[in-house]
């Protein structure tokens, strides 16, 4: 693999290029910031511009040296005849380092360069005591304090637009989730509704069908058929009406085949792409044997639980790693979701409590235990279904 080389910005060169050709004009001409320094002969001010210069290569991606080697240049600089060039270099030296620099160094720098400004101004004052030593406070202020304040200005505007974008699209994304599970929810209310009533109705015919067997009387078996005919269409109509419902609101979509615990990883990865914005990180750990394979609504239901742990914990967990444990030993097939729990910055998405409320439902409907609170630092959601086909409740 190879090493990644160095390529500054193209307006980043620009500036470096345009800054040292500015300086050099300037002193080619005579221009210089002070004519009353003589420590160095009039070509010792091109030293700090040419140290200077090339750090605006650098002003996006090492902002802590280009503002150091930037500092040393403009005292430098104030020791010679002065180059208006570096001065002008270094105020874009302050501004990168508060716009590119670490949070900790944007928060600093505008309250030091103002401490610095307000300390010069005042020693100023009180050593030259004319209305013009104000002057030098200006300038201290104009070259460091301002770039620093303008750049942290930008700074916040960049982050809280960042921070507005970043909210917007995890409202969104919770929108959809309530809404996809708004739709699952009806559709599995239809579908206990059509279970209920084909069941009362095969029921009726069950038990008509049964007397007409067991008592041998032209009249009774007449009445039973009659009730069992009743049944039937009264069963088939409500069963082609609720179908019909089903068809209509899944009306556009394909098919899709039943999720299955194959499927756990493709649904981390969902989980990651949407819980990083929020400092959520996902991890499996399916410690599953090579054994036979599990029943239908026993892998369905694994996999409905840790979705909606997922989507929990999406909602409600704070930022670290969630856990997803898959294990099958002892008949049991143990599936096991533990999400930090705590304080999480910012709006939390509002929960009805509905989730737990189902895989509770769905684990007990197999026979099963299921348990979900707090446990330590960790919330932690716990279900053990059987594995077995002759173990699953019916």
């Given at each position: 693999?190879?090493?990644?080389t160095?390529?500054?910005?193209?307006?980043?060169?620009?500036?470096?290029?345009?800054?040292?050709l500015?300086?050099?004009?300037?002193?080619?001409l005579?221009?210089y910031?002070?004519?009353?320094?003589?420590?160095f002969?009039?070509w010792?001010?091109?030293?700090?511009?040419?140290?200077?210069?090339?750090?605006?290569?650098?002003r996006?991606?090492?902002p802590?040296?280009?503002?150091?080697?930037?500092?040393?240049?403009?005292?430098?600089?104030?020791?010679?005849?002065?180059?208006?060039?570096?001065?002008?270099v270094?105020?874009?030296?302050?501004?990168?380092?508060?716009?590119y620099?670490?949070?900790?160094?944007?928060?600093?720098?505008?309250?030091?360069?103002?401490?610095?400004?307000?300390?010069?101004?005042?020693?100023?004052?009180?050593?030259?005591?004319?209305?013009?030593?104000?002057?030098?406070?200006?300038?201290?202020?104009i070259?460091?304090?301002?770039?620093?304040?303008?750049?942290?200005?930008?700074?916040?505007?960049?982050?809280?637009?960042?921070?507005?974008?970043?909210?917007?699209?995890?409202?969104?994304?919770?929108?959809?989730?309530?809404?996809?599970?708004?739709?699952?929810?009806?559709?599995?209310?239809?579908?206990?509704?059509?279970?209920?009533?084909?069941?009362?109705?095969?029921?009726?015919?069950?038990?008509?069908?049964?007397?007409?067997?067991?008592?041998?009387?032209?009249?009774?078996?007449?009445?039973?058929?009659?009730?069992?005919?009743?049944?039937?269409?009264?069963?088939?109509?409500?069963?082609r009406r609720?179908?019909?419902?089903?068809?209509?609101?899944g009306?556009?979509?394909?098919?899709?085949?039943?999720?299955?615990?194959?499927?756990?990883?493709?649904?981390?990865?969902?989980?990651?792409?949407?819980?990083a914005?929020?400092?959520?990180?996902f991890v499996l750990e399916?410690?599953?044997?090579?054994g036979?394979?599990?029943?239908?609504?026993?892998?369905?239901?694994?996999?409905?639980?840790?979705?909606?742990?997922?989507?929990?914990?999406?909602?409600?967990?704070?930022a670290?790693?969630?856990?997803?444990?898959?294990?099958r030993?002892?008949?049991?097939?143990?599936?096991?979701?533990?999400?930090?729990?705590?304080?999480?910055?910012g709006?939390?998405?509002?929960?009805?409590?509905?989730?737990?409320?189902?895989?509770?439902?769905?684990?007990?409907?197999?026979?099963?235990?299921?348990?979900?609170?707090?446990?330590?630092?960790?919330?932690?959601?716990?279900?053990?279904?059987?594995?077995?086909?002759?173990?699953?409740a019916?």
């Open positions: 693999m190879q090493p990644k160095f390529r500054p910005h193209r307006d980043d060169v620009l500036l470096a290029v345009v800054s040292v500015a300086g050099l004009l300037l002193w080619s005579g221009v910031s002070t004519n009353n320094r003589h420590f002969p009039a010792a001010a091109l030293v700090p511009l040419l140290a200077i210069g090339p750090m605006e290569l650098l996006r991606t090492a802590n040296l280009t503002l150091a080697v930037g500092t040393v240049a403009v005292i430098a600089d104030q020791f010679t005849v002065g180059n208006l060039g570096t001065v002008l270094f105020t874009d030296l302050m501004y990168a380092a508060v716009v620099g670490k949070p900790a160094m944007a928060r600093r720098l505008p309250i030091h360069t103002g401490l610095i400004t307000v300390v010069v101004t005042v020693v100023a004052v009180a050593w030259l005591r004319t209305p013009q030593s104000l002057m030098i406070g200006v300038i201290t202020g070259v460091c304090f301002g770039p620093a304040l303008t750049g942290a200005t930008l700074r916040n505007h960049r982050e809280a637009a960042e921070a507005a974008r970043l909210h917007a699209e995890q409202t969104a994304l919770l929108a959809e989730m309530d809404r996809t599970q708004a739709v699952a929810a009806e559709r599995a209310r239809m579908a206990r509704e059509l279970h209920d009533m084909v069941a009362n109705h095969l029921s009726a015919i069950a038990i008509h069908s049964t007397a007409a067997l067991s008592i041998d009387s032209p009249a009774t078996s007449r009445e039973a058929l009659g009730v069992i005919r009743e049944n039937s269409v009264q069963g088939l109509a409500e069963m609720l179908i019909g419902l089903l068809r209509e609101a009306a556009g979509q394909e098919a899709a085949p039943v999720p299955s615990l194959d499927g756990l990883e493709a649904l981390l990865e969902r989980a990651r792409a949407n819980g914005a929020s400092g959520l990180d399916d410690a599953r044997r090579s036979s394979p599990l029943p239908a609504p026993v892998e369905l239901a694994a996999y409905r639980i840790v979705q909606e742990s997922l989507t929990n914990a999406l909602k409600h967990a704070a670290g790693t969630v856990l997803v444990g898959v294990a030993r002892d008949g049991l097939l143990t599936v096991a979701v533990e999400s930090p729990y705590g304080d999480r910055p709006p939390r998405a509002p929960g009805s409590g509905a989730g737990l409320v189902g895989m509770r439902e769905r684990t007990e409907l197999l026979g099963g235990r299921f348990t979900a609170g707090p446990s330590g630092s960790v919330w932690q959601v716990r279900a053990e279904l059987p594995a077995e086909e002759g173990e699953v019916r």
